[in-house]
């Protein structure tokens, strides 16, 4: 159990993991893109257009994912939130139980 990965760990791994993945993206859409072509770059009127397209898809893609990514963060920071509120609760009672024990 010692050797096993914290939650935090993992996070920290699959961010890395993620950050690697949108600059490989990044990179790709610099360049040519080795991908098919999808109907609105095919619609497009000219290559310039059809790069820009492109561009913008990634970029919003991207914010879509960092937005989604930091939604389920949020959740998460909440939920632990919680539940130190409710440790802390716990403790302040027995704190107080205790005190009273003792008088």
Do not use: W
């Not at 893109?33 to 619609?43: E, F, L, R």
């Not at 939604?71 to 920071?77: F, G, I, P, T, V």
């Amino acid at each position: 159990l010692a050797t096993r990965p914290t939650h935090m760990d993992l996070l920290a791994d699959f961010e890395t993991n993620f950050d690697r993945a949108l600059l490989s993206v990044n990179q790709q859409a610099g360049g040519e893109s080795t991908a098919a072509p999808t109907m609105n770059d095919v619609s497009s009127s000219s290559p310039a257009a059809s790069r820009m397209h492109h561009g913008s898809n990634i970029h919003e893609a991207e914010s879509n994912a960092v937005d989604s990514m930091l939604m389920q963060e949020l959740q998460e920071s909440k939920m632990r939130n919680e539940k130190l509120e409710s440790l802390n609760a716990a403790l302040l009672q027995r704190s107080a139980q205790l005190e009273n024990d003792t008088k």
